[in-house]
């Protein structure tokens, strides 16, 4: 059931700004000192570019079968039609959770940016969580920040894509003064300079770029509020990842040659550039530009969360009310509020759960790959004469290396690695969520009897 219609309004650059601006969030400003710390500043620079050659070959897949198949909810289409009804709710609902995940880490990260501009804002003490003192202005901010992203989003996707291309040039303008600052350190004296962190460090920060990539999906997920071609879906979405990656790497190397990283200062990127430039303004700049990274990060996910539970919701997996769309500014407003109600309670685990969070919710985005790659392939063979407006180079053999990358990467989660999910806590995140998805599709198949 639905109220109303998807509005087509999203040119190339809004969908671009979405892409991009969920990818680059504000991670690299709070953890660049950890990536750089574990796996130093060649074992950090080669996980992402290993994980984001991998992010790629997936994206390309996606890419092809964006253009091929333009239908709200993206993974769902395409594994419903290549596998059906159990593989296409496997596979939305993991990706669901990658994107609550995400939100969740926004309502959190924002207090802690805040915090770092503003001397004693951490007031009222709450509770501990994991070692980490929860306070009451933290939580209040989060959850207030959290209602206005989401009405924002409810109010229209145009207006969230607006807001996230002015987000993404603020980022590209810190990212700019912050690799010229990594450059004019490079001719400073820094024997700190931890150049490999050995096998252990490198998949310390390996296991955590898919869920630092996690946002070119979000362009499937809206594909019916597209208003461009179909072929410039696959390469908007291509795109933005490679630029994502070009981003990333050079944010680890201009960390890595900082000597604040060996202060191990809370706010290492901002630092760095602060230092380089010897001026507290650029530190606040950088710190202001991840906090822009925050929006864009809210608002795609936000977006594409709501059109996979949207999805579902249509399809009779979850529950009709979650299928509906506001008559007036064409959005999933129920979805919306739905995963907006959650980012509003995740200020209450503190700082301590950003890892967690972003632990779990990496490997409900890689089984998801999973699973899309797999369609790829099966599609190719399914529907050879499928219009492809955008083609994947390399044909059905790039599926299997997506597969084949998306399953290794699945492997760096599992117990037996030495980057394996922490036990109770993130693997009680991720089971406690298929627990949940599978308590929702049995009430929504029981009230459909």
Same mark, same amino acid.
């Given at each position: ?100 995940? *995400?939100? =969740?880490?926004?309502? %959190?990260?924002?207090? &802690? !940016?805040? #915090?770092? +501009?503003?001397? /004693? ?41 607006? *807001?996230? =291309?002015?987000?993404? %040039?603020?980022?590209? &303008? !810190?990212? #700019?003064? +912050?690799?010229? /600052? ?268």
């Amino acid at each position: 059931m639905t109220d109303g219609t998807f509005h087509r309004v999203l040119g190339r650059i809004d969908t671009f700004a979405l892409a991009f601006g969920a990818m680059i969030g504000w991670s690299w400003v709070i953890l660049a000192g950890t990536w750089v710390s574990d796996g130093g500043l060649l074992g950090a620079a080669l996980a992402f570019l290993a994980g984001g050659v991998a992010i790629c070959m997936i994206g390309l897949t996606y890419a092809e079968l964006a253009s091929a198949l333009p239908f709200v909810g993206g993974e769902h289409v395409y594994t419903q039609r290549a596998f059906g009804e159990a593989a296409s709710y496997i596979c939305t609902w993991s990706i669901i959770f990658g994107y609550v995940a *995400v939100v =969740a880490f926004e309502a %959190i990260a924002l207090p &802690v !940016a805040v #915090a770092s +501009l503003v001397p /004693g804002f951490r007031q009222i003490p709450l509770w501990t969580v994991a070692d980490y003192q929860v306070h009451g202005t933290e939580v209040a901010l989060g959850a207030l920040a959290a209602t206005g992203i989401t009405l924002l989003n409810i109010r229209g996707v145009r207006i969230a894509a607006r *807001v996230q =291309a002015v987000a993404v %040039i603020f980022i590209l &303008v !810190a990212g #700019a003064l +912050l690799i010229v /600052g990594g450059l004019l350190s490079m001719g400073q004296e820094n024997s700190e300079v931890l150049l490999w962190g050995g096998s252990p460090g490198f998949l310390s920060v390996l296991i955590m770029v898919p869920f630092l990539f996690v946002g070119f999906d979000v362009i499937p997920q809206s594909a019916e509020e597209i208003n461009t071609s179909q072929r410039d879906i696959g390469r908007v979405l291509i795109r933005s990842i490679l630029l994502a990656i070009f981003f990333y790497v050079l944010v680890v190397v201009a960390v890595g040659l900082s000597p604040s990283v060996g202060e191990n200062e809370g706010l290492v990127t901002a630092v760095a550039a602060g230092k380089a430039f010897n001026s507290p303004a650029v530190t606040a700049f950088i710190v202001l530009a991840g906090i822009g990274g925050i929006l864009t990060s809210w608002n795609a996910f936000l977006i594409g969360g709501s059109r996979a539970v949207f999805a579902l919701a249509h399809a009779g997996y979850l529950p009709a009310f979650l299928g509906r769309i506001h008559p007036q500014y064409g959005t999933p407003w129920y979805a919306i509020a739905v995963i907006g109600g959650i980012s509003v309670l995740a200020p209450l685990l503190g700082r301590s759960a950003l890892v967690w969070i972003i632990d779990a919710g990496g490997f409900g985005i890689v089984i998801a790959y999973v699973f899309v790659a797999a369609a790829f392939i099966a599609l190719r063979r399914k529907e050879p004469d499928l219009v492809r407006p955008y083609t994947a180079p390399g044909g059905e053999a790039t599926g299997w290396i997506a597969l084949t990358l998306g399953i290794a990467l699945s492997m760096l989660y599992l117990p037996w690695s030495p980057s394996a999910l922490l036990w109770p806590q993130e693997w009680g995140l991720l089971i406690g969520w298929y627990i949940l998805g599978l308590v929702l599709v049995l009430s929504a198949r029981q009230m459909k009897k």
